[in-house]
């Protein structure tokens, strides 16, 4: 079983930066492709960006692209989320996942263990 602790949510100004971090244990990290997911209250958790278990391939929600970047440390165990210039509509909990085997996905189901969330607001 995998455990996945997200931190470094927290408030962040329009235009500004914030990086969280999600930290895995309890399974061969480097072996499986991680994405980050967001939701807000009373709404669908949706897709924000997924990184293959080497790094080498990402892929990013239409609304995030040239802004966020998503990468990894499989040293460290670890997977960020660099967020330039967010919106305050970007408000919401941040989760990261670890994506099922085999599979190369953004939809909810492609994934099979989440982090309990870090929130991130966005102030105007």
């Known amino acids: 079983q995998v455990q996945l602790v997200e931190s470094g949510g927290g408030l962040v100004q329009a235009g500004g930066s914030l990086r969280p971090s999600c930290a895995a244990s ?7 492709a991680m994405g980050w997911f967001r939701q807000a209250p009373g709404k669908e958790r949706e897709f924000v960006a997924a990184i293959s278990w080497s790094g080498g391939s ?9 802004r966020f970047t998503i990468s990894r440390d499989n040293a460290k165990n670890t997977v960020y989320l ?7 509509e970007e408000t919401e909990v941040y ?30």
């Open 26 to 32: 309890g399974r061969t990290f480097s072996s499986y």
């Open 58 to 66: 990402t892929n990013y929600a239409d609304s995030v692209k040239g």
């Open 82 to 88: 660099q967020m330039n210039s967010p919106k305050p």
């Open 95 to 124: 989760h990261c996942a670890v994506m099922s085997p085999g599979l190369w996905g953004w939809d909810n189901k492609d994934y099979d263990c989440w982090g309990q969330g870090t929130q991130i607001t966005v102030s105007s």
